[in-house]
T-cell receptor
Framework: AQSVTQPDIHITVSEGASLELRCNYS??????LFWYVQSPGQGLQLLLK??????LVQGIKGFEAEFKRSQSSFNLRKPSVHWSDAAEYFC?????????????FGQGTTLQVKP | NAGVMQNPRHLVRRRGQEARLRCSPM?????VYWYRQLPEEGLKFMVY????????ESGMPKERFSAEFPKEGPSILRIQQVVRGDSAAYFC????????????????FGQGTRLTVV
């Protein structure tokens, strides 16, 4: 069965420091991978997605992610974190068949940013 | 173009009552997905609907939960005889094309309905 694991439940970084959020997936074929961000009390906003092609994907708000098939990973990175980046981040994989297109989410990583 | 609209944003129900959650997809979108987020957890898929059809309900609890997406009007997630364990945030997403099978397809999420059962 497909699954997504985000090993870090909470991460705290200082403002201006670099950030990497880990995501590992289990999927039999070429995965379609996503990172979403959720601010408190809000819905989910898509940061970036990987379908095929270049394994380094650029997203909004200065985020990027790298797909590594050999490691089954899709880690999210940002070179310099801003206080407004504090939120919860979800990695997801899309499951396709003739009858569905659902997303399977990881448990989420809560990011705190220290001033 | 308004985004995915969910209402109400907050809903309080007593045990045993019914909860009706509404989702209006983005204009032109005919594919709707419902997800549930329990406290301290990620989102779990519940059901995928197209206009007038349930395509995949593999994540729906077997009892008390139902969903519809009529030809006219919003999609409705209905929970009968709510229990405390139903307290969660329920998110709706919509997309233009089925699933996420093309590079230009994205599922847009609403802000969710936070259900509290007292």
């Amino acid at each position: 069965a497909q699954s997504v694991t985000q090993p870090d439940i909470h991460i705290t970084v200082s403002e201006g420091a670099s950030l990497e959020l880990r995501c590992n997936y289990s999927y039999g074929a070429t995965p379609y991978l996503f990172w979403y961000v959720q601010s408190p009390g809000q819905g989910l906003q898509l940061l970036l997605k990987y379908f095929s092609g270049d394994t380094l994907v650029q997203g909004i708000k200065g985020f990027e992610a790298e797909f590594k098939r050999s490691q089954s990973s899709f880690n999210l990175r940002k070179p310099s974190v801003h206080w407004s980046d504090a939120a919860e981040y979800f990695c997801a994989v899309a499951q396709f068949s003739s009858n569905t297109g659902k997303l399977i989410f990881g448990q989420g990583t809560t990011l705190q940013v220290k001033p | 173009n308004a985004g995915v609209m969910q209402n109400p944003r907050h809903l309080v129900r007593r045990r045993g009552q019914e909860a009706r959650l509404r989702c209006s997809p983005m204009k032109g979108h005919s594919h709707v997905y419902w997800y549930r987020q329990l406290p301290e957890e990620g989102l779990k898929f519940m059901v995928y609907l197209q206009k007038e059809n349930i395509i995949d309900e593999s994540g729906m609890p077997k009892e008390r939960f139902s969903a519809e997406f009529p030809k006219e009007g919003p999609s409705i997630l209905r929970i009968q005889q709510v229990v405390r364990g139903d307290s969660a945030a329920y998110f709706c997403a919509s997309s233009l094309l089925p699933g996420q099978s093309t590079k230009d397809t994205e599922a847009f999420f609403g802000q969710g309905t936070r259900l509290t059962v007292v």
